[in-house]
Structures are given as structure tokens and as C-alpha cells.
């Protein structure tokens, strides 16, 4: 997995305000899904993330769960954009990934059988997401529509509504590299790209995570 660049916030008026600029960047389709994670939280590590997620299969056309682990192995603290008050923390990811056929009678069980001691509880978010997918081409990032990136080099955009229960929400904007590439300047000058207009402040102490960002607010959510 390569890079990955997120921001988190509770300003739910910034959040429409990067709501409104996300869907008028461009005309190409842009994808909308509703789903729940559901996380372990380690109370000791920041740079380790283990989650269930689901996935509609449009093949089988049925549900099916997706159980993630992913590692930060490195972290650029340099990443700005020019002209903008726009900085931020630049991860380089490594993932591993298992599609779970035989599930047992409930989802939640999975994560029961992975060791938790001196951790804490499984934490269940719902995500409203707003995702683009970009190509890179020529030292260009093209915004391009969602099955055409099955085998390319590019990067995901996403605008996410994060909501639990009896919680207050919060949003996250994230950009995800695509592919094995895993180059750091491609990605970088791709995203300062998109974001040349982008007139909401970002600042670098919000730009982490989802490891990170629950060891940070997991109480919030428990």
C-alpha cells in the first residue's frame, strides 16, 4: 500500500463548506457509499490499525467483510501547499488484507478471537463517504470515473462524514495512494495539485491516521 495524507475535524461547517468544493472540482463521477468499520483500539500503538469492514461484492452481488491490518512504517512531516494554509503528515502504509467467506453467526465475533489484553474495545464508526479516483499520466493527475482504475497507478480522494451514537460527528479528507508504485513526489505534487483551491485551513497537528486519531479520541466513541 503507498502513501497516505488525512486531516480529521469536528467543524461540521468546514465540513460542508470541503462537502460543496469536493463535488464541483470536476464533472467526473463521483462514487457515495455508506458503510460501518469496525476497529480494535490498541491502546499502546499509533501505527498499527486492525478493522472489519464491509464491501458489496458486485460480482456475487452479496455482502462480504473485509478484515484489514495495515503498519505505518514511515512519516514526511513536510508536506504544504503553496499559497494555502494547508499542512500536513505524509504516511507510507503497508497492508495486509483478508476477504472472510465462512463467517460465523456474527460479524463482531472475528475480532473477538484476535488478543486484545491491556487494549481496549472494539469501536464501531459509520462512514458516509464521498470518494474520488485520480490517474496519474504525464507528470498530470486525471480525475477519471471508478471501475477504470482496477489496474492503474493513481490515487483516492475522500470527503467522510465519521457518526456514532450519542457522539458528536466528526469528517475526515483523506487521499490514498493506488497501486505499487508507492512514489512519494508523484503523490505529493498530485494532491498539491487538487488542492490549490481548496480554501479551508489544515493544519498538521489534525493530519494523522485512523491508528493514530482513535488512540486520540477513542472515549469519545466507546
Known amino acids: 500500500m503507498p502513501w497516505e495524507l488525512r486531516w480529521f475535524e469536528n467543524d461540521m461547517t468546514?465540513?460542508?463548506?470541503?462537502?460543496d468544493w469536493f463535488k464541483t472540482i470536476d464533472e467526473i463521477f463521483i462514487r457515495e457509499n455508506l458503510r460501518?468499520?469496525?476497529?480494535?483500539?490498541l491502546r499502546n500503538s499509533k501505527d498499527i490499525g486492525i478493522k472489519l469492514r464491509p464491501f458489496d461484492d458486485e460480482k456475487t452481488n452479496r455482502l462480504r467483510f473485509r478484515l484489514e491490518i495495515k503498519w505505518?512504517?514511515?512519516?514526511?512531516?513536510?508536506?504544504?501547499v503553496t499559497g494555502?494554509?494547508?499542512?500536513?503528515?505524509?504516511?507510507?502504509?503497508?497492508?495486509?488484507?483478508?476477504?472472510?467467506d465462512?463467517?460465523?453467526?456474527?460479524?463482531d465475533s472475528i475480532l473477538d478471537t484476535i488478543p486484545?489484553?491491556?487494549n481496549g474495545p472494539i469501536l464501531k464508526l459509520e462512514?458516509?463517504?464521498?470518494?474520488?479516483?485520480y490517474l496519474f499520466q504525464e507528470n498530470t493527475c486525471k480525475s477519471v470515473e471508478w471501475l477504470n482504475m482496477d489496474k492503474d497507478e493513481g490515487l483516492q480522494c475522500e470527503i467522510t462524514k465519521i457518526m456514532k451514537e450519542d457522539a458528536a460527528a466528526w469528517w475526515t479528507?483523506?487521499?490514498?495512494?493506488i497501486g505499487k508504485k508507492n512514489n512519494e513526489m508523484e503523490f505529493r505534487k498530485a494532491i498539491q495539485k487538487i488542492l490549490k483551491d481548496f480554501k479551508i485551513k489544515l493544519e498538521r497537528k489534525n493530519s494523522v491516521g485512523y491508528p493514530e486519531w482513535i488512540k486520540l479520541n477513542h472515549r469519545s466513541f466507546s
Open 36 to 41: 460501518e468499520d469496525k476497529y480494535i483500539f
Open 102 to 107: 465462512d463467517l460465523p453467526a456474527s460479524p
Open 72 to 80: 505505518r512504517k514511515d512519516i514526511k512531516s513536510d508536506f504544504s
Open 116 to 118: 486484545t489484553k491491556n
Open 127 to 133: 462512514k458516509l463517504r464521498f470518494l474520488r479516483r
Open 173 to 177: 479528507m483523506g487521499f490514498e495512494g
Open 14 to 19: 468546514n465540513y460542508k463548506l470541503a462537502l
Open 84 to 100: 494555502r494554509q494547508i499542512y500536513g503528515n505524509m504516511e507510507d502504509w503497508t497492508k495486509w488484507g483478508w476477504i472472510l
